[in-house]
């Protein structure tokens, strides 16, 4: 089992910027990719960003090159470093921690609120 945790979160004005931090506990040695998805409301959940074990990223097209996922050495943390937000950027963000031969893991989400 692996638990997750995220800190981070708050209300933010456009143009301003957020970290997100998910610490990951537990059966660490399993996971293969960590990252971060979020969900506005009346949406589909979407995909943020995502960094494998070996460091490669991947992020969705609303949040290239405002946003930088990266990860401390054991990978039993992500972060995500959130710049020139937009009000469009509100939403719940989650971490999400996955692997070959487990389950997909999430936290409990953090709330980003960007006001105009």
């Known amino acids: 089992q692996v638990q997750l945790v995220e800190s981070g979160g708050g209300l933010v004005q456009a143009g301003g910027s957020l970290r997100l931090s998910c610490a990951a506990s537990?059966?660490?040695?399993?996971?293969?990719?960590m990252g971060w998805y979020r969900r506005a409301p009346g949406k589909q959940r979407e995909l943020v960003a995502t960094?494998?074990?070996?460091?490669?990223?991947n992020y969705g097209d609303s949040v290239k090159g405002r946003f930088t996922v990266s990860k401390d050495n054991a990978m039993n943390a992500v972060y995500l470093q959130m710049n020139s937000l937009k009000p469009e950027d509100t939403a719940v963000y989650y971490c999400?921690?996955?692997?070959?031969?487990?389950?997909?893991?999430w936290g409990q989400g953090t709330q980003v609120t960007v006001s105009s």
């Open positions: 537990g059966t660490i040695f399993r996971l293969s990719i």
């Open positions: 999400n921690a996955d692997g070959p031969s487990v389950a997909p893991y």
């Open positions: 960094i494998t074990r070996g460091g490669i990223t």
